[in-house]
């Protein structure tokens, strides 16, 4: 045990024996692990602990940490859950050096560090020796240096953080474009040289094994899917190998909507950043308002959050529920070739959540609603009584249709039964959560398994299907959308009266040095927020776990031996919203 | 039987197809004729739920928000900003822009000499209008806004922003109730203060006087003593 820091030991005295050599130091909660033995470490609690989901793994460059010297310049996070026992998560983090960052990949343990990994490696420049595929993800291929990085300076950088001082109180107004002009807001590698430029190869060979597949006496040809197909739910592209019409291998190119959403987030103050993560899911901004403010609230202990409030944000957040999962339905049916007509019909219900969103919000859709300690507006009983109405009559009238114009439907069976399966074993470790994981028959929500806000007063049930294809998923959010409304019902029965925030906080919170990550399970599943906090009015390091995204990581598994009109279908049955893939 | 699921959910959509219809034939001859027909969907909405805008339109709620405005008092044209700066700073998309004013000797004072919003990057969060401490900044409600030119038709100067409170009362019946309740409220207790104080001042003289008559007759009984 030599070595091992004295509060290591104390918070987990019957590991440490084993993973003594490993584990060289502690902070904040978190083990820091030699990079040598990160592989070890994780196996060792794969296997042995039972920390089966690797729910986040993030990047962080410790160029300000307050120890610079002691500290290698980069290090990367890995947050651990059990699907099985439920509970707080294990955190580890391992460091890497300024000069040649490197750290062994995960992704042969689990599988689901492909694309965060890739992501990393494109924002921050570590490399992981051993990921099968290390490419840019949501960057170009192209693009030159890390942005994630605390040196790089975007196109039109004007201050470390927010609020900038030219805007008050000589706040003579410039345009940014006046401001920085062209040519002085890009970075250019030495010696570069336009004129013998060559232009990165990015075109591949698509990556997966298809050997199981029966070979057909046909062409394998590659199509280009999207990004601007149709049915790609937005600008996405997918790179199909096909043999006739079966897809033998896939690859995804993501990052068409990518704004750095990450960098503009800790230039922003705590409070600017509620907005922000409106505009992750833009269909369910008030779970990403619900996540972010929890995740914040988390470090600050003093912030009590009023009875009313907490039962607002409930209620907020299971409507949200309900009409996602109602627009995933109809999406899907878009998918299927349903063009448009039925996929109005599970929207409609949508429109009047989104009337009573845009009452107590404001806005339908940026609703901006939450606040540290509170929500930002009380409701009235006028809007309390819309609610009842629309979550007793309405909600269950349209699921009720949905099922009946689905369930049984012929055409829906045969397009949706056992296509896309994916297994238990797979889901667990490919990362995804939500309705695809639940849908494979793993009982995890973590409304249940580590109940936050006060979700563990009401009485739902935790929804599983066992079929793991796109039929179960579909199943899984009718039925979670019902369990839903009975949660509504529940809730706005016994909303409290009272104020709806605390003492109100001031505009530029500081909150004390440390750091957390916090998930909800949000429509589309585990909305993680990982946030350092050094001390000061901005976060030092915040990082979305974005559903999506990581569900993206089993899309290539699901979709190879179907047919090229499946695997749309299966896209469609993951739901993602490109707002919050590509961050 | 094969199919019967098929024909169930064709009876869901013969169902929408007839609602619609009966929507529309409602308000025979056209439900989109005259322009600027306000639409108000009701809980118990049933058939047409898309509204053909522009000829129709939404009502709005009143905490809807579109980009901030200025209030100043109709009655004194007096601007309700006291150039504080919170707006400036709270704002996420930065794109306020303030300049204090100065008296003739170059002390700051408490008004806005220029004030700008930066509508084409304003995110419409609200925060400012959140955060004001005077009730100076509020969400307007227009939202048709559209112009040729970026610079400068989109960036808003004061004369722009800058709407009477009687536009304000109409915009925000409620808000604007609350305020006025607030500021009787204010006003009753500043009353009551005065009076109190008037009150106490009164009691304090009376018991001056008391005290000096007392006093008085002291000196009196001692100078009678001697
Ligand atoms: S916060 Fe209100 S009073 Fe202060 S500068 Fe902004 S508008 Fe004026
Ligand atoms: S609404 Fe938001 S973005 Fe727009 S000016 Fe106000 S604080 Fe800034």
Known sequence: MS???????????????????????????????KPNALRAVAKYLKEKKGYDFLANVAGVDNLLHPNRKEVDRFEVVYHFYSTERGGDYIAIKARANAENPVLPSLVPIFPTADFQEREIWDLYGIKFTGHPNLRRILLWDGFFGHPMRKDYHEAYYEEEHRPYNSRYPEGHYVSQEDRTPWKNNLVFPNAFDPEHWQAPEIYYEVGQDFKNIEKLKTDRIVVNIGPQHPSTHGVLRMIVGLEGETVTGLELELGYLHRNHEKIGERN???????????????????????????????MPKVVVPERAEYLRVIMAELTRAMNHLFAIGFLLNDMGAFYTPSLYAIEERELILDLFEMASGSRMMCNYMRFGGVAHDVDENWVKLAIELVHNRLPRALDEMEALLTTNEIMLARTKNVGYLSPKDAIAYGTSGPVLRGSGVPYDIRKAEPYSIYDRFDFDLITEEGGDVYARYMM????????????KQALRDL?????????????????????????????????????????????????????????????????????????IILGSIDIVLGEVDR | MFGSGILKGLGVTLKHITTSYLDDVKSIPTRYAGGNTIIRQPMNEEGLFTIQYPEERRVLPERFRYVPMLIYDAETGKDRCTACGIC???????????????????????????????????????????????????????????????????????????????????????AWAEEQERARQKAEAKQKRAEAAAARAKAKEAAAKKAAQIKAAAQKQSSTDV
């Open chain 1, 3 to 33: 070595g091992t820091p004295e509060a290591v030991v104390k918070k987990f005295p019957h590991w440490i024996e084993k993973m003594s050599e490993a584990i060289v130091g502690e902070e904040d909660g978190v083990w820091i692990v």
């Open chain 2, 88 to 174: 400036a700073k709270v704002c996420p998309a930065q794109c306020i822009w303030i300049v204090r004013d100065q008296n003739p000797d170059g002390k700051p004072i408490p008004e806005s000499r220029e004030f700008y919003v930066d509508i084409a990057t304003c995110m419409g969060c609200g925060l400012c209008a959140e955060f004001c401490p005077f009730d100076s900044i509020k969400m307007n409600h227009d939202y048709e806004l559209s112009t040729f030119k970026r610079y400068p038709d989109l960036v808003y100067d004061k004369e722009m922003l800058s709407v009477p409170t009687t536009y304000y009362a109409q915009l925000y019946p409620q």
């Open chain 1, 477 to 488: 959010r009718i039925r979670e959308a019902r369990e839903s409304v009975r949660i509504l």
């Open chain 1, 269 to 299: 103050t705590y409070l600017m950043n509620i907005p922000f993560t409106d505009r992750l899911d833009y269909i369910t901004s008030m779970t990403n308002n619900f996540g972010y403010v929890l995740a914040v609230e988390k470090l």
């Open chain 1, 496 to 568: 409290p009266g009272g104020p709806v925030m605390g003492k109100p906080l001031p505009y530029m919170v500081k909150i004390p040095a440390n750091e957390a990550y916090t998930h909800i399970e949000a429509p589309k599943g585990e909305l993680g927020f990982y946030i350092v906090s050094d001390g000061t009015p901005n976060p030092y390091r915040y990082h979305v776990r974005a559903p999506s995204f990581v569900n993206l990581n089993s899309l290539a598994t699901m979709a190879v031996g179907h047919k090229i009109a499946d695997a749309i």
